[in-house]
């Protein structure tokens, strides 16, 4: 067959048209394939554009509703309250012997700042701020857009771009963390500060709130500091000089850096001119001005005497203690029951006009500040920056909370409002602890009896003896009562009385939620150690001790403590505060009872002489923390219950043979107690005095040859004993007495 058969030939052109066919097929299906691919990508990403556009609308729409809501609605900051504070002058009164209201405070402000009208200013420190601070003031509307963007874009938020109008509600509200939310809400009050008041009015009450180092608070204050001159004497360089120290108050200081200032003063100037606010004459002769500050050798005050009081106060200008503690009171109630920021509740008492009817007791307060101001009784030693003398807090208080004096600290006051040891310093309380967390929750559960035989010997704790006595020892392996136990405070008896009777979780509720301790940890402290010799984690204040030993000499009952009556407003109309007593019975009569009068067999005769106040009964109790790093001493008179702490802020051994919280404790009393009218402390009835057994601790019998006297519960009196002889009771008389002469001890 020829190889050119028409047939053959039509039959493979028809094939290879057919492949060529099924190949363009293919081809299509597979565009086909890609462009439906392509299609769902397209669609996928147009859907989240799209999804994002909207959240972004939403968003933007969001924020622009918001901010014309917050911008045109009510005043966020009322600058003309703040500017009408300025000058109110908040009093402390305190009463006196006759019950009459006497001013013993002035709080004026803690920032050193007089108020000053615009219109008394000179135009050229308006001028001067504007150009170096903010030269688009008079043009935007509380934030200044540009210099925003361009301060985002090139330094992403790490610096400032704040109008003068940011800068005042930075000044105002204390906020000045470098957060967006932060910075998104000074921009809502900005744009709302714009809305309601004029630029005048803004640009006052920065001028009068700026810092300016030095202390100093407004443009009055700076230019009497460095210039000793009222703001409208100051020319056009020395308004410059004010200007120059806004960005960094002590690096611009021109009484420390005066170099540093001088740069930027000159750039001031140079800004001002450049801006047209000042001619070029202005200019020279503000370059060419010799400037003559406070510490100038060419400065001449007005009046000498005058300015060198104010500018080197004495320490004894200082408030008192007491005016510190009703500050921090009524702030803390502010917050509380105003809902009012701490700095809120701050500038109420500082710039607020409020009348403060205070707690104290003048002469109580008088004579505290004496004795701790001039370390009256205090042990000797020197008192150098390198070795700092011991420290020590004092509170006192009557029997329904008033607090009447208190002390953070001896010697001379440091400042105002500075360390309180009395109120804010806890420290471990030692053998103070034992009866709040041993003896009178015992009694109050009659576990223990006044006379109650306990064994004076260690326990095995880990497989050790513990705990020690205040002598070394482990004790005598005899049997003590309660009352000598707590005589001459031996540790082992309360570690014993609380594993084999009372329980640790007992004694921690009577200190939380009984005596109100507010630093019991329920973590650290729920241990032998802590609850049963005081070697707690954190500690406690005088403010807090005074406020326990209290309820010993009033029939059972805490008192929340307090130092003022009552707060109102400038013109006294109106009540904001006022003490509402807070009372609760933490312990029966007849447990305080036994506890007031247990506590005055603890003696007290190496402390002083103390010929006014030992006229009166004293239940008290000392304590030592271990290796002597704090001393203590609570305990009252029918009059005032106390408490004192001493020791050093960095803890260290306290070499005193004698306790020097006591000889302070009897000091102080002594002389409060001048005068006082004879009395003692009252007796419910409830427990009575009976003669008990030295050698069993029950009642005593007839055939009882060694007896003493103790006080009961009415209701809970000891067995009548029985089985005593009269060789027993001698052997055990002449025990006691050897006690008494061998084993007493502070702690």
């Given at each position: 067959m020829s190889e050119h058969n028409p047939k053959k030939l039509l039959q493979a052109l028809l094939h290879r048209k057919s492949q060529s066919n099924a190949l363009k097929e293919g081809s299509k299906k597979k565009k086909r394939k890609a462009r439906r691919?392509?299609?769902?990508?397209?669609?996928?990403?147009?859907?989240?554009?799209?999804?994002?556009?909207?959240?972004?609308?939403?968003?933007?729409?969001?924020?622009?509703?918001?901010?014309?809501?917050?911008?045109?609605?009510?005043?966020?900051?009322?600058?003309?309250?703040?500017?009408?504070?300025?000058?109110?002058?908040?009093?402390?009164y305190a009463y006196d012997d006759k019950g009459k209201a006497v001013e013993i405070a002035r709080l004026h402000g803690t920032e050193n700042r007089i108020w000053v009208d615009i219109d008394e200013m000179p135009n050229n420190l308006t001028k001067a701020i504007i150009s170096l601070e903010d030269k688009r003031f008079y043009s935007h509307h509380g934030v200044d857009w540009v210099r925003f963007m361009g301060i985002i874009t090139k330094y992403n938020f790490t610096q400032g771009a704040s109008t003068i109008t940011q800068q005042l509600i930075k000044n105002l509200t204390g906020e000045k963390d470098i957060t967006f939310y932060r910075k998104y809400n000074e921009i809502l009050t900005a744009l709302n500060m714009e809305e309601h008041y004029s630029k005048k009015t803004i640009l006052e009450a920065y001028l009068?709130?700026?810092?300016?180092?030095?202390?100093?608070?407004?443009?009055?204050?700076?230019?009497?500091?460095?210039?000793?001159?009222?703001?409208?004497?100051?020319?056009?360089?020395?308004?410059?000089?004010?200007?120059?120290?806004?960005?960094?108050?002590?690096?611009?200081?021109?009484?420390?850096?005066?170099?540093?200032?001088?740069?930027?003063?000159?750039?001031?100037?140079?800004?001002?001119?450049?801006?047209?606010?000042?001619?070029?004459?202005?200019?020279?002769?503000?370059?060419?001005?010799?400037?003559?500050?406070?510490?100038?050798?060419?400065?001449?005050?007005?009046?000498?005497?005058?300015?060198?009081?104010?500018?080197?106060?004495?320490?004894?200008?200082?408030?008192?203690?007491?005016?510190?503690?009703?500050?921090?009171?009524?702030?803390?109630?502010?917050?509380?029951q105003h809902g009012l920021t701490q700095q809120q509740a701050t500038e109420e008492i500082?710039?607020?006009?409020?009348?403060?009817?205070?707690?104290?007791?003048?002469?109580?307060?008088?004579?505290?500040?004496?004795?701790?101001?001039?370390?009256?009784?205090?042990?000797?030693?020197?008192?150098?920056?390198?070795?700092?003398?011991?420290?020590?807090?004092?509170?006192?208080?009557?029997?329904?909370?008033?607090?009447?004096?208190?002390?953070?600290?001896?010697?001379?006051?440091?400042?105002?409002?500075?360390?309180?040891?009395?109120?804010?310093?806890?420290?471990q309380p030692g053998s103070t602890i034992k009866p709040l967390a041993t003896y009178a929750p015992s009694f109050e559960k009659n576990l223990l009896h006044w006379s109650s035989m306990v064994r004076d010997y260690a326990l095995m704790v880990k497989g050790k003896p513990w705990p020690k006595n205040v002598n070394g020892t482990y004790g005598t392996n005899r049997n003590v009562t309660v009352q000598y136990a707590i005589q001459v405070s031996l540790n082992t008896v309360p570690a014993r009385v609380i594993v084999e009777t009372l329980g640790i979780e007992t004694s921690m509720d009577y200190l939380k939620n009984k005596f109100h301790f507010s630093n019991i940890s329920d973590t650290n402290d729920c241990y032998l150690p802590p609850m049963a010799v005081g070697a707690l984690y954190y500690g406690m204040t005088t403010v807090e001790m005074a406020s326990a030993y209290a309820s010993f000499g009033n029939g059972g009952k805490y008192y929340e403590p307090y130092c003022y009556y009552k707060v109102t407003d400038s013109k006294g109309t109106e009540v904001i505060l006022e003490h509402k007593s807070k009372s609760e019975q933490i312990l029966s009569?007849?447990?305080?009872?036994?506890?007031?009068?247990?506590?005055?067999?603890?003696?007290?005769?190496?402390?002083?002489?103390?010929?006014?106040?030992?006229?009166?009964?004293?239940?008290?109790?000392?304590?030592?923390?271990?290796?002597?790093?704090?001393?203590?001493?609570?305990?009252?008179?029918?009059?005032?219950?106390?408490?004192?702490?001493?020791?050093?802020?960095?803890?260290?051994?306290?070499?005193?043979?004698?306790?020097?919280?006591?000889?302070?404790?009897?000091?102080?009393f002594n002389r409060i107690h001048k005068g006082l009218e004879k009395k003692d402390f009252p007796k419910s009835g409830l427990a009575i005095e009976k003669q008990y057994c030295t050698k069993t601790g029950l009642l005593a019998s007839s055939s009882c040859k060694s007896t003493k006297t103790g006080w009961y519960k009415t209701t809970d009196l000891p067995a009548t004993c029985s089985s005593c002889s009269a060789a027993g009771g001698l052997i055990d008389a002449i025990g006691d007495i050897l006690d008494g002469e061998n084993g007493e001890s502070e702690e």
């Open positions: 691919q392509f299609g769902t990508v397209m669609n996928v990403l147009l859907s989240c554009l799209l999804v994002c556009g909207l959240t972004i609308v939403i968003v933007l729409s969001y924020v622009f509703f918001n901010i014309l809501s917050v911008k045109n609605g009510d005043v966020i900051i009322d600058l003309e309250e703040k500017k009408n504070r300025q000058n109110q002058t908040s009093i402390v009068n709130t700026l810092y300016l180092g030095s202390g100093c608070y407004g443009v009055q204050t700076a230019a009497e500091t460095y210039f000793g001159k009222n703001v409208s004497e100051l020319n056009l360089s020395e308004c410059a000089v004010l200007a120059a120290i806004t960005k960094y108050p002590y690096k611009y200081n021109p009484l420390v850096n005066a170099e540093k200032n001088r740069t930027r003063q000159l750039e001031c100037l140079r800004g001002m001119l450049e801006q047209g606010v000042i001619l070029q004459e202005e200019y020279d002769s503000a370059v060419e001005y010799k400037l003559v500050f406070t510490n100038s050798a060419e400065y001449v005050s007005k009046n000498k005497d005058k300015d060198s009081k104010e500018q080197k106060p004495k320490t004894d200008d200082f408030q008192s203690f007491y005016i510190d503690y009703v500050i921090d009171c009524v702030v803390k109630d502010l917050c509380e500082y710039y607020g006009g409020l009348k403060i009817y205070c707690a104290q007791d003048i002469n109580v307060q008088k004579q505290l500040d004496n004795v701790y101001n001039n370390r009256i009784s205090f042990p000797k030693e020197k008192d150098t920056e390198k070795n700092p003398a011991a420290q020590s807090s004092m509170t006192i208080m009557d029997y329904e909370g008033r607090i009447v004096g208190i002390i953070g600290a001896a010697g001379k006051k440091s400042g105002n409002r500075c360390l309180n040891r009395a109120s804010d310093s806890p420290r009569p007849a447990t305080a009872d036994i506890m007031c009068e247990i506590l005055q067999t603890v003696s007290t005769s190496s402390y002083g002489s103390g010929s006014n106040v030992r006229k009166f009964p004293i239940y008290c109790k000392t304590g030592t923390t271990d290796n002597d790093k704090d001393r203590w001493f609570a305990g009252g008179t029918p009059h005032y219950v106390g408490a004192v702490w001493y020791g050093y802020d960095k803890p260290k051994e306290i070499k005193s043979s004698v306790n020097p919280a006591g000889k302070i404790y009897i000091e102080v």
